[in-house]
């Protein structure tokens, strides 16, 4: 079975600096893909960014890109020019490219932006 | 584009009662999710439908069920609650398209307590 770890229970930066929050994952399958969801206080689950295990290049969006190490099944989060309003839960997760669809997801990071 | 949406918001019920819980998906998805998301964890994928059929099931007793509607709405209901099944209930959608990535898109969910 898939499982997906973050070691980093809770994670503070100062506001516009840049943080790196981890993710391991372990899995046999050699396609899969890989996300980074946000959950703020209001409950809901954002995407924040995805990855396709094929892809050797890393995935950015905006502020958030990824270091997607392949053979050490590793995956973190690097959130430049933190704002406060990235101050959340975020949670690493994984899906299989066939198969059943479930997330497999990790228990989270919670970040916190100093002002 | 209307986004994922749920109800209700939140529920109060009591051990021994069934309880049912409504997602409506995204526009234009087809395939909905749901995720079971105790306080402080990550959510634990319960059951998927896709056209009107369970799509793969999670370590859940059965117990817990779920619809597919014609309109790809869905509905999860569970019968003689628990204590343990006080958790945020999330509805996710997503886009079925042969071996296309579809990134599951997260409804606010529902407080669901059990006194």
């Known amino acids: 079975a898939q499982t997906v770890t973050q070691s980093q229970p809770e994670m503070s930066v100062q506001e516009a600096e840049t943080v790196t929050l981890s993710c391991t994952y372990d899995?046999?399958?050699?396609?899969?893909?890989l996300f980074w969801y946000k959950q703020p206080p209001s409950r809901q689950m954002i995407l924040v960014i995805r990855?396709?295990?094929?892809?050797?290049q890393n995935a950015t969006e905006n502020r958030f890109s990824v270091n997607f190490q392949k053979a050490a099944k590793s995956f973190s989060l690097k959130i430049s020019d933190s704002q406060l309003g990235d101050a959340a839960m975020y949670f690493c997760?994984?899906?299989?490219?066939?198969?059943?669809?479930?997330?497999?997801f990790g228990q989270g990071t919670r970040l916190t932006i100093n002002p | 584009e209307t986004g994922v949406t749920q109800s209700p918001t939140h529920l109060i019920k009591t051990r021994g009662q069934q309880v049912t819980l409504r997602c409506s998906s995204q526009?234009?998805?087809?395939?909905v999710s749901w995720y079971q998301q105790a306080l402080g964890q990550g959510p634990q994928f319960i059951f998927q439908?896709?056209?009107?059929?369970?799509?793969g099931r999670g370590n859940f007793p059965p117990r817990f069920s779920g619809l597919q509607f014609p309109n790809y709405s869905s509905e999860l209901n569970v019968n003689a609650l628990e204590l343990d099944d006080s958790a945020l209930y999330l509805c996710?959608?997503?886009?079925?398209?042969?071996?296309?990535?579809?990134?599951?898109?997260f409804g606010p969910g529902t407080r669901l307590l059990v006194l």
């Open positions: 997760a994984y899906k299989r490219a066939q198969g059943a669809q479930k997330l497999v």
């Open positions: 439908y896709y056209r009107e059929e369970e799509n």
């Open positions: 899995t046999s399958e050699s396609d899969y893909y």
């Open positions: 996710a959608s997503s886009r079925a398209s042969g071996r296309a990535v579809e990134t599951q898109y």
């Open positions: 526009s234009g998805h087809n395939t």
């Open positions: 990855q396709e295990a094929y892809k050797q």
